[in-house]
């Protein structure tokens, strides 16, 4: 689920509770009010304990016994008075009516029989009444509250955007603490803002977060909200974004409004591409934008020194970001988040699984060294993954297996045991993985295998795990050759034993020739080309660099391919004794794993 879900959730969560709560409250209110009316009626009935059944009722008044009979409209309890006698007695009466009917042709026959009509008693009323109008209450109350929902969930009809204190605090960000340390300045300027006012001292408007999704934008932003203690204002980019013209403006402007009102505050904008994307063409979507832009520019150039305002916001396209965000007095600084290196990973998984049951076995510094290139949200996901397996799987505590799984979940996919596969296809697949391994195996620049399976696992007959090497900033030509040969080991392995290939094959494909065009045309690793940047151009502006050079380039990635699929057959051939054996020992278990692989390589 996207980030800006999830804050329309919460948002929608903060507001859901309130309604909730006050929907409560008019339920409880209003059953302690029947309770009471209820009550209090009652309490008149038991005054009267001396009741009369009403066939006595009717054989008193035929006797002439009655003197007195008094009734109460809409009740069918009466209450009447005998001759001679001081108490009264109370009677429950079928029907009001007819019971009437009665007593006026007694009167009419010469019956001396007195019948007093009341009005209800204020304390009969009530709960009927009530009684009478709860569902109406309770409907009104249900559409007031579905029509409130609804227009949550319809963006813009009503505008809301989360403002809370956070309790994030820095210690729940794991990693990144160069960046932490950029921002203790922030947190202490939100605390003491006049200490910096009285020094003259020029206050941070505006703070740009560059990084992936997931790298811990958003956590940071709170965190140093959390920190200073101050309420953590926040929206999408995407929501300023609105059909009607103005709207986005409008919700800029509300937005800034309600900041200053709670400053010192935070203002975080997420996804600030949204708005904030270069003004180019003219479509009505851009010139909305514009507007919804320019708002944001007027209200950061509007603060005051005394405004203790900090606006953070995040993208992850900071090429698309229009440049006049980036001047002076508006979001000039600028942090980058980067994906957590190893000790950054390790630290996450320690955070995230601190409230977690984990066994004694569990290694999170291997599992930290085989996720170079998760981000901190992957990590978390990996740990909740591995919880939920734990618990299929009938464990006490989350062992060191459930996690490993739980990686190859969130990188490969789910195992799928139950497929049924022919002796055929998991013999091209035995001989396609193995063919993988065998080749990277006797490459020096390819990383060491982890894992070689033939158990489907999403939509993947098999697949062959490398265990990841540290975050590389660089990678050499020789080392994307090699990547080249690797890739198609599995191809070539099909072809030499079984003088057939398959569609098996055919991510491998795609990613070699990414990583040939790549290398041709971004990388500049063709000699015959030379060191330019062929990627992104129109095909006239490629023309500039020779007539023919569209031909060029193709025969280029070409060769480079070819070359690697030659390569990797001729490691096959000359290595068909280890391939035959990892396929036979993959078609009897499955799976080898990274001791036993290595084990067939040493004698
Ligand atoms: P972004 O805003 O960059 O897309 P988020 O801040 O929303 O990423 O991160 C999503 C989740 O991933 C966080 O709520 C947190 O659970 C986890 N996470 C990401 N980075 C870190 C980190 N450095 N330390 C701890 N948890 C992290
Ligand atoms: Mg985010
Ligand atoms: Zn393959």
Redesign the pocket.
Known sequence: MG?KNRKNQNNEKNEKNKLWVGLTILIIALVIISALAIWLSQEKKEEDENTLAYTDLIKEISYGNVEKVEMTTGSTTVKVKMRNVEEEKTSIVPNTESFIDLIQTKVAEGNEIELIQKPRSIWIQIPTIILNLLPTIIMLALFIMIFKLQGLGEKGKVYEETERKTKVTFD?????EEEKAEMIEIVDFLKKPEKYTKMGAKIPRGVLLY?K???????IAKAIAGEANVPFISMSGSEFIEMFAGLGASRVRKLFEKARRLAPCIVFIDEIDAIGSRRTSNSGAETENNQTLNQLLVEMDGFSSEETIIVLA?TNRPEMLDKALLRPGRFDRQIT?PT?DLK?RLE?LK??SKEKKLSSDVNLESIAEDTAGF???EL?NILNEAAILATKNNHEEIENDDIEEAVKKVTVGLEKKERVISDKDKKLTAYHEAGHAVVSRYLPTQSNVKEVSIIPRGVAGGYTMYKTDEDKYYISKTEMKEKLIALLGGRAAEKLVLDDISTGASNDIEVATKIARDMVTKYGMSDKLGPIDFQGKEPYEIQMFGEDIGDKIGLEVKSLIDEAYNNAQKLLIEHRDKLDLIAQTLLKQEKVNEKEFEAFFRE
């Open positions: 980030e729940d960000v794991a990693g990144l990084g999704p997931g790298t811990g934008k958003t956590l995040a988040i957590p950054g996450i955070i995230h981000t901190g949200a978390a």
